[in-house]
C-alpha cells in the first residue's frame, strides 16, 4: 500500500499543487502572509482502529477476519482466495485492546499545536455503522473520546498560551453542524435550516450564519455540545439511526491576536468529524426515507472518494463541490490542514465487505498530501492597542447573519471568545505598547538583531513579563542617554563657532572647521570647565595641521 517511485512522488506533487491552487491558496498575497512561498506538504495521515467483539461472543462461534500484525500493519481475509490474506499498512493501527488514550495520543494530539501557528487541522472518523466511529469521536463518560480530550488540551494550551505577558492574545470558539441529505444544520440552532457553505478569496471555507459560541474552559464547551449531541440524539431515535446517516462536523476555531507590533492575526480551524457510516446501502436492502438517506450518504461518501481519486492522480479538477461534505472538507483534504483519517472497522465476519471497503478508502486517503500554511494577516487596526469591544466580548451578535463571508474574514476580526474577564483588561505591556509605538520598534528590531546573530537565548518577546519590562526600561535608559550625547555634541559645535570666531578676530587662522553640514542651534559655549574630546584641548592641537582631513 505504500506509496513509492517518482511516477508517485510527481502525482503527489501535481495533486498538492492542484489542490493549492482549486482552494485558492495564495490568491490573497496581500493578506496572507507567506502565502506566496509554497509550504512543506503535509501528508495526510491514517490511522486504522479495530474496535473489540462488542455482543461478548468474542470470536467463538464468529472468528474475527481481520487481525493486526504490527501497530502499522494488518490483514484481512481474502474472499477470492481462502488461503491467501490481504495485508495493509497505514501510519498507524490500533488493535482490539488499543485505549481511547492511545489513539489520542498517537494520532490527534501531535497535530493540535498547528492550531496555535494558524494552520488547520482535521480528524475524520470514518468506517460502517456500528465499527466505532462514535466511540472513537465521543466515547463516553468512562471512555471519553478525541473530542472531550482534544477539547480539553486545546482549551489548556490556549490558556497558557494567551496569559496576560504572553505575546498573542488568544480565543476559542465552537461550531457544531450535521449534514443531513445534503443538507447544512446547525446544531446548535437547529431552527436555522439549511446553510451554505462558501470560500473567501483566501481559499478558507466558512458558513455564514453558522452559529459560533465563544469557550474558554471545558464547561463551557459541554454547555453547548451536550444539548446539541441530545438534539442529534433525539433525531436518531425518531428517525431510527439517523445518526449514523448524517455527518456531525465540530468546527473549533482558535483565533490569536498579537499583542504587539506588528500587530498580526491568526486563525486556525479545527474539524472533528464523525463521518456517516460507509456501509453499502444496496446491501442493507433499505426503502423508502432509508434509501433516499442512503442515496444521499452515498452521494457524499462516492465524492469524497473521487476527490481523494483525483488529489492523488493530480487531476486538474477536484470535485469539491459535487458534495456538500467534500465541500466542507476542501481545506481538511488535499488543502490547508494537518489531517488524519482514522478508519474504524469491526471484527465481525458479516462486516466483512465493508471491512475491505473501508480499508481500500483509507489506503487511498493516505495517498493525499496536504501543504499547511499559516493563516495570518494584520489586523485591520494594527497600529491601535488590542482592545476588545463591548461586542466582541459578548460573543458573535446575531446581526452577524446577516453579514457576507468576506466581510466577516477580512473586513472586520472574527468575534473573540469571553474568556476569564480578568484577561480582557489591558496587561501592563499592551498599555505601554500603545503609549509608545517607537520603543516597542526598537524592542521589535533589537529581537530581530539578536535573532539574525542567532543568539541562543529566548526571543525577547517570549521573556517573561518581567524581564521584559527591564529590558524596555533599559532601552528607554538608552534613549535618554542618547539624547544628552546629542545635546552635548551641539553644545561643543557651538563652542567651536565661538573659538573659530574668536581666532579670525585675532587673526590667527586655524584649520578648526566647523562642522558645517550640521545644523547647530543656538546652544551657547559652556562657561563651565567641561571634558573636551582630545582634539580640541588647546594645548594639544597643532595650530596649523587639520585633525580632521577631509575625507
Ligand atoms: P459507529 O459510530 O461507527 O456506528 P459506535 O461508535 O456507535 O459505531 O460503536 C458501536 C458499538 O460498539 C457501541 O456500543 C460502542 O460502544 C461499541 N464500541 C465501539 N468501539 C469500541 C471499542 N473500541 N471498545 C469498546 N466498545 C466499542
Ligand atoms: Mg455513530
Given amino acids: 500500500m505504500a506509496a513509492g517511485g517518482s511516477t ?12 493549492a491552487a482549486i482552494s485558492g491558496a495564495g490568491r490573497c498575497r496581500l493578506s496572507k502572509i507567506g502565502a506566496t512561498r509554497r509550504p512543506p506538504p503535509a501528508r495526510v495521515r491514517v490511522a486504522v482502529r479495530l474496535r473489540p467483539f462488542v455482543d461478548g461472543t468474542a470470536g467463538a462461534s464468529d472468528p474475527p477476519c481481520v487481525r493486526g500484525m504490527d501497530s502499522c500493519s494488518l490483514e484481512i481475509a481474502n474472499w477470492r482466495n481462502h488461503q491467501e490474506t490481504l495485508k495493509y499498512q497505514f ?28 494552520q488547520n487541522a482535521s480528524v475524520l472518523a470514518y468506517g460502517p455503522t456500528g465499527a466505532g466511529k462514535t466511540h472513537t469521536m465521543l466515547g463516553s463518560p468512562e471512555q471519553p473520546g478525541v473530542i472531550p480530550r482534544a477539547l480539553m488540551d486545546l482549551l489548556q494550551l490556549t490558556r497558557e498560551e494567551g496569559a496576560e505577558g504572553r505575546p498573542w492574545a488568544l480565543s476559542v470558539t465552537m461550531s457544531y453542524l450535521e ?50 449531541s441530545r438534539n442529534r440524539t433525539v433525531g436518531a431515535t425518531r428517525l431510527n439511526q439517523r445518526s449514523s446517516r448524517s455527518h456531525a462536523v465540530l468546527l473549533v476555531k482558535v483565533d490569536q491576536r498579537e499583542r504587539l507590533a506588528p500587530f498580526r492575526q491568526r486563525e486556525g480551524k479545527l474539524y472533528l468529524i464523525d463521518l456517516a457510516g460507509s456501509e453499502d446501502n444496496r446491501r442493507t436492502g433499505n ?20 476527490v481523494v481519486d483525483a488529489l492523488n492522480q ?5 470535485p469539491y463541490r459535487d458534495s456538500k461534505l467534500t465541500r466542507l472538507l476542501q481545506d481538511s483534504l488535499g488543502g490547508s490542514a494537518h489531517s488524519i483519517l482514522i478508519a474504524n472497522i469491526a471484527p465481525e465476519r458479516r462486516f466483512y465487505l465493508d471491512t ?46 446577516a453579514r457576507g463571508p468576506e466581510e466577516e474574514e477580512i473586513g472586520s476580526p472574527e468575534p473573540m471568545a469571553a474568556p476569564a474577564s480578568a484577561s480582557q483588561k489591558l496587561s501592563p505591556l499592551q498599555k505601554l505598547s500603545s503609549m509608545d509605538p517607537a520603543m516597542l520598534e526598537r524592542l521589535l528590531s533589537l529581537d530581530r538583531l539578536l535573532a539574525s546573530q542567532g543568539s541562543q537565548g529566548a526571543p525577547l518577546l517570549s521573556t517573561p513579563k518581567r524581564e521584559r519590562m527591564v529590558l524596555m526600561k533599559t532601552v528607554e535608559e538608552k534613549d535618554l542617554e542618547i539624547e544628552r550625547l546629542k545635546t552635548k555634541q551641539k553644545e561643543l559645535e557651538a563652542k567651536m563657532l565661538a573659538q ?52
Fill in 8 to 19: 508517485q512522488q510527481r502525482r503527489r506533487e501535481m495533486a498538492a499543487a492542484s489542490a
Fill in 356 to 401: 475491505v471497503s473501508a480499508l481500500n478508502f483509507a489506503a487511498r486517503s493516505k495517498e493525499v498530501i496536504n501543504r499547511p500554511f499559516t493563516n495570518e494577516s494584520l489586523q485591520p487596526h494594527a497600529l491601535g492597542p488590542v482592545k476588545l469591544s463591548q461586542k466582541e466580548l459578548l460573543g458573535p451578535p446575531e446581526a452577524k447573519r
Fill in 500 to 551: 573659530k570666531a574668536e581666532e579670525k578676530e585675532n587673526h590667527c587662522p586655524t584649520m578648526l572647521r566647523p562642522l558645517s553640514h550640521r545644523t547647530v542651534t543656538g546652544a551657547k559655549p559652556l562657561k563651565k570647565a567641561v571634558v573636551m574630546p582630545l582634539q580640541l584641548r588647546a594645548g594639544s592641537i597643532p595650530k596649523c595641521r587639520d585633525p580632521h582631513p577631509e575625507e
Fill in 91 to 118: 501510519d498507524a493501527f490500533y488493535g482490539e485492546r488499543s485505549t481511547q488514550q492511545d489513539i489520542y495520543a498517537g494520532s490527534v494530539q501531535p497535530i493540535l499545536r498547528h492550531l496555535l501557528e494558524g
Fill in 179 to 228: 449534514i443531513y441529505q445534503e443538507k447544512v444544520l446547525d446544531l446548535l440552532d437547529p431552527a436555522s435550516g439549511d446553510l451554505v457553505i462558501r470560500e473567501d478569496c483566501r481559499g478558507n471555507i466558512l458558513i455564514p450564519g453558522l452559529s459560533q459560541k465563544p469557550i474558554s474552559s471545558f464547561a463551557d464547551f459541554e454547555r453547548h455540545f451536550l444539548p446539541a
Fill in 314 to 318: 493530480g487531476l486538474p479538477r477536484v
Fill in 287 to 306: 426503502k423508502g426515507l432509508r434509501l433516499k438517506e442512503s442515496g444521499a450518504i452515498n452521494t457524499s461518501l462516492f465524492v469524497l472518494g473521487k
